[in-house]
Each structure stands twice: as C-alpha cells, then as structure tokens.
C-alpha cells in the first residue's frame, strides 16, 4: 500500500524508513520473532516497547535474542 502511494504522489519509497513497534512482555522470544518479521516484511527498525522494571535482569535475555537476529 505504501508503494503504491509513493507511485501516487511520485516519491521514491527507498527514501522511507521503514519501521514497526514491538512489545516486550516478558517472553524473550516474541519480541526477536516479531522483529525478524518485520524485518522479512521490509521494516528497518524495530522499537521494543517495554514495562517497568528497566533492570538488567530484563534488559540482558532481550538484547541477545535480538542479537541473534543480526
């Protein structure tokens, strides 16, 4: 749909940073899959929403399962 508006209006869409939301809930799991579909659906960057508490304890099983995904 994005595409097909830029043809619309005459943008190019390779000028347009694509990106997608993503929830962390706990699973560190869910987040790496829904960024990595992203990412095979076009998206360049994934923002990781997350809840309190921002502790290492959360952040660390996170970033590396996001960090496989490079």
């Known amino acids: 749909m ?3 508006h830029c043809t619309d209006v005459g943008r190019d869409p390779a000028e347009i940073l694509l990106s997608g939301q993503v ?7 869910r987040p790496a899959a829904t960024a990595a579909a992203l990412h095979a659906a076009g998206a360049e960057l994934a ?15 996170l970033a590396c399962a996001l960090s496989e995904l490079c």
Do not use: C, K, M, N
Request: net charge neutral.
């Open 23 to 29: 929830q962390f809930t706990g699973d560190r799991q």
């Open 2 to 4: 994005l595409h097909q």
């Open 47 to 61: 923002i990781v929403h997350l809840r309190p508490p921002y502790t290492p304890a959360v952040l660390e099983p």
